[in-house]
Each structure stands twice: as C-alpha cells, then as structure tokens.
C-alpha cells in the first residue's frame, strides 16, 4: 500500500552534524572528519540546493530550510554517550523534516548518524500511517556506500573505533538498551541493506558480512583513492564518477529516496585540490537524487 505523503515533497531540508563521537576538531581532538559539513555546503552543495527550483523551472521555489544540531559534549560523557544523544536529536528532526513533506539531507562527521536518519524516517507520520492502514511500514531499504563493512559489533571489533557498527545498529545487533532510546527506532531488515564499494575489511568482518544474507549512506571514502583520500581510512578499488552518477540514477529509477546522508568526509586529509574533486563528487550525487525526485513529478508547492 502507498504511503499517502511520499509524492508531496515542498521543500529540502539540510542536517548538519559537524562532530566526530560527539565533538568538534581541536588541537586535543584531531580527528576532522567534523569538519566535512561545513566544507560540503561552502563547496557547492549549499548553492545547489538554494538554486534547485529555479535552475529546473519548478513551478515556484524549493525553499531550503538549513539546522545544525547543538553540541552535546558538555552534557554528555564518553563518545557512546554523546554520539548516541546526537542519533537521537537526528532522529527527531528527520521525523519533523519528513511531517513538514520536506526531503532531509544530513551532513555529519560520523556514519553511525544514519541509524538516526532511518529511526526519523520510521518514526514519521507517513510510515506510521503505513503500518496503520495494514501496509509494509516497516518496508524501508538503505543503499550503503562505504568502503568498509560498518557491520561490527563490541564482541567481534578489534581496531575499537566506535563509529564502525552502524550497520549492526540499523540491524539491531548491538547496543539494544541505547538503541531503544532512539525516537522512532525499529530494526531493520539486513536483506534490505544494499552495500556498495565494500572492499577493506578483514576476516572477521568478512565472515560477518557474508553470513548475513547482505553483500552489504554515502560515506566519502567509497570513492577510489586515486580521486584523493577522503579520510585516513580511504584506499584503493572505489567508485568513479560515472560509478557514482550511474549508481544514483539506477537508485531513483527503481525506488523512492526518502533521506540523503553524507558522512565521514574529512577536507584536510590529502590538500585542497582532493578535497574540492571529493566535495564536487558528492554533490553531484545530491543533485542525481534529486533529479530523480524531480522526473517522478515529486516537488510540489506548499500551496497545492
């Protein structure tokens, strides 16, 4: 059954969430990847969205709604602690962005800030509405762009880096008491997880991965690292551009994308120039959902 709202998008709303487990880069927390939000929207993403509605002759203009979610470090402990008050605050304005019929598209420092995205979305009035007229409400997929897994769990992580269990999180497979705090929250299907430019990982992510019925966001660092490094985790064998563009394209042909997440994009991790060639390429994949959006005839005045 369809969901009575997902034709009625009246406007784009763009998350920012410049932090790394909680926090801003500084001389005592080094890591910059909190820094990517700003640098994507200086970089052209800003001037895309505000431009969209008049650049394709839309009937009246796109309004673009812009919110940066509040620091939390001073009132919350530990990077669990403060990355999950950030999923939750996440989660919370991607479920408003939605209600308004606004299309949400989040900057952050971290991957994990997409299991916040995908708690919004079920926790939105459209879904909700879903499950109540006897529909597949829970019927959501996530295309997955990383190079590695994001499917760790505390049990099975050895390198200890926080951020790499968002899959497991969307999943349900770790971290059940917090997860339960997020607005919205249900575990999704991992048949539904679609993963895309997977290839550093090492045995033991990969048995995990390939025992859960998934070959397995856009975490920046899916781009080859020939285009430049997009954080200190990038490598070789990624995506291209024509990768990217196709894959954007084959996305809004056979579904309906409800959110846009960027990720773990750090601007100072290989000099300008890459940083420009990386920030220019994820636009460029911004701009193809939204074209998809676009031909489906989905951007509507608020008036109608």
Same mark, same amino acid.
């Given at each position: 059954?369809?969901?009575?709202?997902?034709?009625?998008?009246?406007?784009?709303?763009?998350?920012?969430?410049?932090?790394?487990?909680?926090?801003?880069?500084?001389?005592?927390?080094?890591?910059?990847?909190?820094?990517?939000?700003?640098?994507?929207?200086?970089?052209?993403?800003?001037?895309?969205?505000?431009?969209?509605?008049?650049?394709?002759?839309?009937?009246?203009?796109?309004?673009?709604?812009?919110?940066?979610?509040?620091?939390?470090?001073?009132?919350?402990?530990?990077?669990?602690?403060?990355?999950?008050?950030?999923?939750?605050?996440?989660?919370?304005?991607?479920?408003?962005?939605?209600?308004?019929?606004?299309?949400?598209?989040?900057?952050?420092?971290?991957?994990?800030?997409?299991?916040?995205?995908?708690?919004?979305?079920?926790?939105?009035?459209?879904?909700?509405?879903?499950?109540?007229?006897?529909?597949?409400?829970?019927? $959501?997929?996530?295309?997955? =762009? %990383? &190079?590695?897994?994001?499917?760790?769990? @505390?049990?099975?992580?050895?390198? *200890?880096? +926080?951020?790499?269990?968002?899959?497991?999180?969307?999943?349900?497979?770790?971290?059940?008491?917090?997860?339960?705090?997020?607005?919205?929250?249900?575990?999704?299907?991992?048949?539904?997880?679609?993963?895309?430019?997977?290839?550093?990982?090492?045995?033991?992510?990969?048995?995990?991965?390939?025992?859960?019925?998934?070959?397995?966001? $856009?975490?920046?660092?899916? =781009? %080859? &690292?020939?285009?430049?490094?997009?954080? @200190?985790?990038?490598?070789?064998? *990624?995506? +291209?551009?024509?990768?990217?563009?196709?894959?954007?394209?084959?996305?809004?042909?056979?579904?309906?994308?409800?959110?846009?997440?960027?990720?773990?994009?750090?601007?100072?991790?290989?000099?300008?120039?890459?940083?420009?060639?990386?920030?220019?390429?994820?636009?460029?994949?911004?701009?193809?959902?939204?074209?998809?959006?676009?031909?489906?005839?989905?951007?509507?005045?608020?008036?109608?």
């Amino acid at each position: 059954m369809p969901f009575p709202t997902l034709t009625s998008l009246t406007s784009l709303t763009l998350i920012s969430v410049p932090y790394h487990v909680g926090l801003r880069a500084s001389p005592i927390h080094r890591s910059r990847v909190s820094e990517g939000p700003d640098y994507l929207k200086s970089a052209g993403l800003l001037s895309l969205l505000l431009s969209y509605g008049q650049q394709h002759n839309l009937p009246l203009p796109l309004p673009v709604h812009q919110l940066e979610i509040p620091p939390v470090e001073d009132t919350f402990e530990g990077e669990i602690g403060r990355t999950f008050e950030l999923i939750r605050r996440v989660s919370l304005a991607v479920t408003a962005a939605r209600d308004a019929a606004s299309f949400p598209i989040v900057l952050a420092g971290n991957c994990c800030i997409s299991v916040g995205v995908a708690a919004g979305l079920c926790g939105s009035r459209e879904l909700l509405m879903g499950r109540e007229d006897g529909g597949d409400g829970d019927g $959501l997929g996530c295309v997955w =762009f %990383d &190079a590695h897994d994001d499917y760790n769990v @505390p049990d099975s992580m050895i390198s *200890g880096y +926080f951020d790499s269990q968002g899959i497991a999180m969307l999943a349900g497979e770790c971290w059940r008491g917090l997860m339960a705090t997020v607005p919205g929250f249900r575990p999704w299907l991992l048949r539904r997880v679609v993963h895309c430019g997977m290839r550093d990982v090492n045995e033991v992510e990969r048995e995990r991965v390939e025992g859960s019925a998934v070959l397995v966001h $856009l975490d920046v660092d899916v =781009f %080859d &690292a020939s285009l430049g490094k997009a954080n @200190p985790f990038a490598c070789a064998g *990624g995506l +291209f551009e024509e990768d990217i563009t196709g894959c954007m394209a084959a996305i809004s042909e056979r579904t309906i994308p409800l959110a846009f997440t960027i990720a773990s994009f750090d601007p100072l991790c290989d000099g300008d120039e890459s940083a420009q060639r990386l920030a220019k390429l994820s636009v460029k994949a911004v701009e193809g959902v939204l074209d998809g959006l676009r031909r489906r005839g989905l951007f509507r005045s608020s008036e109608q």
